[in-house]
């Protein structure tokens, strides 16, 4: 009955509004291709020069890099999901948070301000606001009394000066309904008959994301904090998600955000930045990383090639791909995006901690999509697939290789938060504020699940988590050096603490590099860093050897082990996975004691060791990764189990809720390619 009377609303909703959208008339793509160029052009030639700021030389330059912590993924009331939950962070804001600064979150006093004062404790070294490109003039349009659109039904739902007969937790949700009702088109009484008061307003809101980056760019010889110009295309297929963060080099960007619904496949994006970006001689520069591929239906890394008939066009599509798409997201707030247990497909080592932080708990009986893709992932409903996870797009990568001369899943790995409060860098279990306006309390964080209405979606802010962040190692915090870190991979994700890992891997790796004092310049000297490829294989050879290394984060918990993660396809289309224990404690040892989440036994501040691989045959392409594991710990569900005072919620005694978690820290891999 309650999902029959939410599909009602929905529905009621739609009929309500009148669903009117646009649907524009289709484009010459040559004509359209070239009113796109000119108008970027023209838009270079004419807007202001944000990159004409003078940027002294940084005072700390580290020829031997170092490390660096930062979100590429955080929302502000820019984005209308956020703002539908009473989120009213600007971009300018986020990024004083991210420096140290402070922000009010809901809920909202009378007068529309936050009411929750978060403070930022620990700085970010960088930072991208990613707003959804989505909806960007839409909302803008709602906001400002001076518009036709202002008094529209969408803007007031929108706005929330008109509600449904729902309960007060479905009202934000309701809200955010009203524009995700449209698909892919948009509402005419809003954006006008041809979509052009919504695309033109999108150009003045991006331009305004422009200046909060430009403005919270340190610039100075200290290089306290660098900022990134970005957007979210957040494409969705059959209820699958298909989201990409874009960001930019540097201020030289495109005039328009491209959403998806000017490019509804991943494909048309990556030509769009190819052509209009990285290509158009105007020193733009930017790159795409997909994240949450766990909500995909096994869409986001399935080996397809749309519109792509021969070998040699499935080629080009995948060095596209390559080319724009070096990195990947492997956890965030929406859960880890790393592995699976069980999948069809794969074979190898039983790896248990593929069951840290699920979305879909791990007991859960669901069908495998097999060799399809599957829809609804981001209900979590339908199939799972191997293809939603980035240790099996890395591993079908190799296969590509094979097939077509290109790895089109080459790419390296970050973590972020997905903040919708414009808080990038909250991410401490025990000080969890929640990632969304809604959640602000933790009662309303301890909510196992609800139905949003029309079953777009279901929500389950206890199944979420505080997120991640993302490492990158750069001679110095400046775009330029970050970056360039970026495209060539030498990152590193965390699913929060600032956890510092190394990992080299070469043909002559001295046996006492741990110990040598010297272990960082031997690395680069004698092989290749994360996300880096192998140099051919020397003729005396043997396996190749690794050298990994890892820092507790100096207010986290101890390390326990490190790991050394290894995929390799087999001749018979199973991906094998295997997972070696290299350095530290056994599992078992140190434990934690729920009744006060103090955590109890042995563990390490630091890491260090040389591995061979017992396994390797030279005739097979294999693709590694370090893993770096605290000791357990409480999960942020817990500490606010603790911390509530009164009659505790239902579910903090839940046998089924997960209470411990090991935090961890996941480098770019090194690939391994057989001449």
């Known amino acids: 009955m309650k999902r029959f009377l939410l599909l009602a609303l929905g529905a009621g909703l739609i009929a309500m509004l009148g669903y009117q959208f646009v649907k524009p008339e289709p484009v010459d793509p040559d004509i359209r291709r070239q009113a796109m160029r000119a108008q970027y052009y023209a838009s270079v030639a004419g807007s202001p020069d944000f990159a004409a700021g003078h940027r002294e030389p940084c005072s700390d330059h580290r020829l031997e890099r170092q490390p660096l912590f930062g979100g590429l993924h955080v929302h502000t009331a820019y984005s209308t999901d956020a703002y539908a939950f009473d989120t009213r962070v600007s971009p300018a804001e986020a990024y004083r948070y991210a420096r140290g600064g402070s922000v009010l979150l809901p809920p909202l006093n009378a007068d529309g301000v936050g009411t929750r004062l978060l403070r930022n404790e620990r700085a970010l070294d960088f930072m991208a606001v990613t707003d959804h490109a989505e909806y960007m003039g839409e909302g803008s349009l709602c906001l400002d009394p001076g518009q036709q659109a202002h008094g529209t039904l969408v803007c007031k739902v929108y706005r929330g000066d008109l ?53 919270a760019y340190d610039r100075s010889s200290e290089c306290a904090f660098t900022s990134f110009v970005g957007y979210e295309y957040s494409l969705a297929e059959k209820s699958s998600n298909l989201h990409r963060n874009v960001i930019f080099a540097n201020a030289t960007v495109p005039p328009l955000p491209l959403s998806s619904k000017e490019a509804p496949q991943p494909s ?76 069809y497909g794969v074979t190898g080592s039983i790896d248990e901690q593929c069951d840290f932080e699920k979305l879909r708990p791990p007991a859960e009986i669901v069908e495998d999509c097999k060799d399809e893709v599957g829809e609804g992932g981001m209900m979590l409903k339908g199939c799972l697939s191997r293809f939603s996870y980035t240790r099996y797009g890395l591993i079908q990568g190799l296969a590509e290789r094979d097939k077509l001369g290109v790895n089109p899943f080459e ?77 060539r991979r030498e990152t590193f994700g965390t699913s929060g603490p600032r956890i510092v890992p ?110 061979q691989d017992p396994d390797f045959d030279p005739e097979r392409a294999a693709v590694y990764y370090l893993r770096v594991l605290e000791n357990p710990s409480c999960r942020w569900s817990s500490w606010q189990c603790l911390d509530v005072e009164g009659e505790k919620p239902a579910v903090c005694s839940d046998p089924d809720l997960v209470k411990t978690i090991q935090e961890r820290a996941w480098t770019s891999p090194i690939w391994y390619y057989p001449l």
């Open 502 to 611: 190394r990992f080299f891997g070469g043909w002559e790796i001295a046996g006492d590099l741990c110990s040598s004092g010297d272990l960082v310049q031997q690395g680069y000297a004698q092989g290749v860093p994360m996300g880096a490829v192998m140099p051919a294989r020397p003729d005396t050879a043997g396996a190749p050897q690794f050298v990994l290394s890892a820092l507790r984060d100096s207010e986290g918990n101890l390390l326990q082990r490190l790991q050394v993660v290894k995929g390799v396809m087999r001749d018979d289309g199973q991906m094998e996975e295997s997972v070696y224990d290299v350095a530290g404690h056994e599992p078992g040892k140190a434990s934690v004691n729920i009744q006060t989440c103090r955590p109890e036994g042995p563990g390490s501040t630091s890491l260090c060791a040389r591995w």
């Open 268 to 343: 048309l994006l990556w030509q769009w930045l190819r052509d209009y970006c990285l290509d158009a001689g105007v020193g733009c520069d930017a790159l795409a990383i997909p994240h949450n591929s766990n909500w995909s239906s096994g869409r986001m890394f399935f080996p397809e090639y749309p519109g792509a008939g021969t070998p040699e066009e499935k080629r080009v599509a995948a060095a596209l791909r390559k080319r724009i798409e070096p990195l990947a997201e492997v956890v965030q707030v929406k859960g880890d995006s790393e592995c699976r247990r069980g999948l």
């Open 163 to 215: 509600s449904l007969p729902v309960s007060e937790t479905m009202q934000p949700l309701i809200r955010m309904l009203s524009f995700i009702i449209y698909g892919k088109e948009r509402p005419a009484s809003v954006c006008a008959a041809d979509g052009s008061a919504c695309i033109e307003r999108s150009g003045e809101v991006w331009r305004d994301i422009q200046r909060a980056a430009e403005s």
């Open 411 to 487: 790419y390296g790995l970050v973590a972020a938060s997905d903040s919708h409060n414009g808080t990038g860098g909250d991410v401490d279990e025990r000080k969890y504020e929640g990632a969304h306006g809604m959640d602000s309390t933790a009662e309303k964080r301890l909510i196992k699940e609800y139905d949003v209405p029309g079953g777009i979606a279901t929500g389950s802010p206890l199944r979420y988590n505080p997120g991640g962040v993302a490492g990158v190692w750069a001679e110095e915090n400046s775009r330029e050096s970050i970056f360039a870190a970026l495209k």
